[in-house]
């Protein structure tokens, strides 16, 4: 045991000495930026672009770019997709190559392209910088647990526990955010349009407001007034809201797994699933103008409160004001708030019907009155141009969105991707198991699938982004399920899967529309080649997990066969 402890220790100390030799590898590619600068004539045009530097690390690096294109026969100018005036500079962040395209006045184009050279997508490089920094995480994990540094008493305590998830939080958010680049906001008018329009002028007066981007102004107000205060861009005001949003939830969500377990690695590994999901972390940091980042903190201040209520003899009235005001606030912010105060209506009606006691009745309708308000008043207070919705105010569509065949069957296959690392987990004992424990909130839970389900079948065409609303039913139930223990074969293998499916330190594509809808994998009721593959996938983890099990369980069979053997 002391020789394990031992080289628990010196993996500990090789950790960080890895962690540095990779961070060296890395910078010292960079430590003398290049540019480059290209000069063209053209139909009479004189173009002149540059870049710099076009030799970075990680996808999340701007680059700055410099043009200038002079000529009597040319019409339009774009840098990287968006229009522009004939000279200028930019900063691009979106990890495509940087490219000027000009249109002349006869109908023909060019395209000018700098190639650019990023650490990790040099074959070379990357293999080298990631046989570093992987073994350092190996070393990391395996110190921590040969050394049973975990049980020491200092760890035992609830402030150092918290201090230590916090600092992950921090340094995982930041880490992540070097490895994604940015969305490209001139390409498309989607939602962060509307977003960034709210930030810049106001919701009062603003007559270019879109339903329903119009009746969620907390975030965008919130980075507006951030980024006046600081005298930046809204921009800025954007990445700050984001980044307190994920490393909230990051907390809050092993607070509220530990609701749920003794075991405080397992509410670690509850933690780190969400940080490696696509569309809890990393999406939001690839567009930082969405909302969900501070929806999810809301949603886990409101069910923590849920959670507490159910529990404490006192304090019921202080866990409801919570849960009433966050889900009337997250209204503001995003639709899926609302879920808090919706299951604890659903108690107290449950429990008026049980008792008869008039109290719980009133109790509810309150409820459901508060959030009613909030849900209507902003949309009789903030004018807004035109409707985006995608169901109609009269309903009049509900219809074709029930009836849309492949659309259900995306929304399904992306409820499946999402609940992917408590998929490779689930085994028919263990699902028994859990039906059992989670007692009293069965019907919560229950009622939470069917509502972010429904939302999600109303909500619009980004599929994946709505059925990660899901997340607390799957912290509540891995935390709950790794609680009774688990083989850490099965916890690894679950954990790999799920970064490597989510493609966790790869760059959104935005080369075409085409591999960013791909990238989704589920959007609306496309299906292409690549949700195909991508489903394969999915099924392919799931036949491993299923392999591994049937091995450990060969193996444990033999060695229960060579003890008792040894016995006799």
């Known amino acids: 045991m002391r020789s394990r402890r031992i080289l628990g220790f010196a993996l500990l100390l090789l950790a960080p000495y890895l962690l540095f030799a990779a961070v060296g590898l890395i910078s010292e590619q960079t430590q003398r930026p290049q540019s480059d600068t290209l000069t063209d004539r053209l139909k009479g045009a004189a173009i002149t672009f540059s870049a710099y530097p076009v030799n970075t690390a990680f996808n999340g690096d701007c680059i700055h770019l410099q043009w200038n294109v002079t000529g009597t026969f040319v019409q339009e100018v774009y840098i990287v997709d968006a229009p522009s005036m004939g000279s200028g500079e930019m900063q691009n962040c979106d990890g495509t190559t940087p490219r000027l395209r000009v249109v002349f006045q006869d109908g023909t184009s060019h395209t000018w392209t700098i190639p650019v050279h990023r650490t990790f997508d040099d074959p070379n ?18 110190g921590v647990w040969l050394s049973r540094i975990y049980q020491s008493r200092l760890l035992s305590r609830p402030a150092v526990q918290i201090a230590l998830v916090v600092a992950f939080a921090v340094g995982w958010v930041v880490v992540l955010d070097l490895f994604t680049n940015s969305l ?19 919701i009062r007066g603003n007559e270019a407001l879109v339903a329903p ?19 930046r861009s809204v921009l800025a005001g954007f ?36 940080a490696i999901s696509t569309y809890h972390v990393k999406f939001l940091l690839f567009d930082i103008y969405r909302p969900d980042s501070l929806a999810f903190t809301l949603i886990l201040i409101g069910m923590l409160a849920f959670v507490r209520r159910q529990r404490s003899v006192g304090g019921a009235v202080f866990y409801t004001l919570i849960i009433l005001i966050t889900s009337a606030l997250g209204l503001l912010v995003r639709e899926f708030c609302a879920l808090p105060a919706a299951l604890l209506a659903a108690r107290l009606l449950l429990e008026f019907v049980r008792t008869r006691r008039l109290r719980p009745l009133l109790e509810a309708l309150g409820i459901v009155a508060v959030i009613g308000l909030a849900y209507w008043l902003p949309q009789k207070l903030i004018s807004v141009g035109r409707s985006d919705q995608f169901l109609s105010s009269d309903l009049s569509n509900l219809w074709d ?7 259900s ?4 296959l992306g409820a499946a991707i999402y609940l992917l690392p408590l998929l490779v987990l689930l085994t028919p004992p263990r699902a028994r198991r859990l039906w059992a424990r989670l007692g009293d909130h069965r019907l919560d839970m229950a009622l939470y699938v069917v509502i972010v389900l429904a939302l999600a079948l109303v909500g619009g065409s980004d599929i994946v982004r709505f059925v990660v609303y899901l997340f ?42 085409e591999a960013y809808l791909d990238f989704y994998i589920v959007w609306f009721d496309r299906t292409s080649p690549v949700t195909w593959l991508r489903a394969g996938e999915l099924l392919l983890w799931l036949a491993g997990a299923f392999a591994l099990r049937r091995w450990i369980a060969k193996d444990q069979t033999a060695a229960d066969a060579e003890t008792i053997e040894r016995r006799v």
Not at 213 to 231: D, H, K, N, T
Not at 239 to 260: C, D, K, P
Not at 401 to 407: A, D, E, L, M, Q
Request: proline share 6%.
């Open 184 to 202: 490209n906001i001139y390409r498309y008018v989607w939602d962060h349009y509307h977003y960034i329009d709210m930030a810049q002028n106001g």
């Open 472 to 513: 607390v039913p799957v912290i509540i139930l891995l935390a709950l399920l790794l609680d009774d223990g688990m083989r850490p074969a099965e916890v690894i293998y679950a954990l790999l899967a799920t970064a490597v499916y989510n493609r966790i330190l790869s760059p959104v594509p935005q080369e075409s529309l």
């Open 239 to 274: 990445r700050a809201v984001t980044y307190a949003g994920l490393i909230s939830q990051l907390v809050l969500i092993y607070v509220l797994a530990r609701q749920f377990t003794r075991q405080q690695w397992a509410a670690w590994v509850v933690m780190l699933v969400a």
């Open 409 to 412: 069957f995306n929304i399904l």
């Open 401 to 407: 969105i029930v009836s849309n065949i492949p659309r």
């Open 125 to 142: 490089t990357a293999l080298r910088a990631w046989l570093l920094l992987t073994p350092s995480v190996v070393c990391l994990i395996a």
């Open 213 to 231: 981007y119009a009746y969620r102004p907390i975030v965008p107000l919130l980075a507006g007034v951030i980024g006046r205060v600081s005298e």
